[in-house]
């Protein structure tokens, strides 16, 4: 008998203040409880939910049928989730979107997704909003809001989706381009949301 179900996993880089352009940045690569991804510390749920790094929970197939990009701004604590509201914090999530492609990894074989500017949040706070603060000059405004990568509709695979069969190590990689410029002021966090369902073997008798 075949159980079916639908879920999500995910997985998160942080993004050290520096030079991106060039680089490759492997998501799903490592589990939580472990460190790495560009994190000091061990990862917790809410920066992923592999239990084992590069393979779908319990070893079920999982088909994706869509993909989902969150870019958060890191604060000077390690707190992810600052407010995205200053020139520099924007910039940031402009350089990530513009500059960043997401792609699969299935250790001999790299197939693109799509620029990260198509993979949507999939919901969260956005926009922005300037009030006046009670001064007179524009100086005296006081910024508040947040930006972020929820704008689109997260991509979707609307006939095909990928298959991952229950065995199989993968990863997703987070490339970008030779124009990127740095990560400055504030490190960025990137997380990627895989939606799909599993189907797995239950035996009977």
Known sequence: MFRFGETSIWSSYLLATGAIA??????FSVAR????????SSLSLAETSLKEAGRV?????????????Q???SDASGNVGAPIDTDGLISNL??????????WDFTQTVVEICPVSLAGA???????????????TPAALTQVGHMNNGNGQVWMYRK???????????????TFGSRAAAIAGSD???RIVLLGYYKNIIEIG
Not at 34 to 39: D, E, K, N, V
Not at 57 to 69: E, L, M, Q, R
């Open 122 to 136: 999939g919901g969260g706070a956005f926009g922005a909003l300037a009030v006046a603060d009670g001064g007179t």
């Open 94 to 103: 402009l350089n990530i979107q513009a500059n960043g492609v997401l792609q």
């Open 160 to 174: 095909h989706p990928v298959a991952l069969p229950g065995n199989t190590t993968f990863a997703v990689n987070l």
């Open 71 to 73: 870019i958060e701004a």
């Open 22 to 27: 060039n680089s490759t940045n492997r998501l």
């Open 57 to 69: 929970p319990s070893g079920v197939a999982y088909d994706v049928f869509g993909v989902a990009c």
């Open 33 to 40: 409880g472990s460190s790495g991804q560009g994190f000091s």
């Open 188 to 190: 960025m966090v990137v």
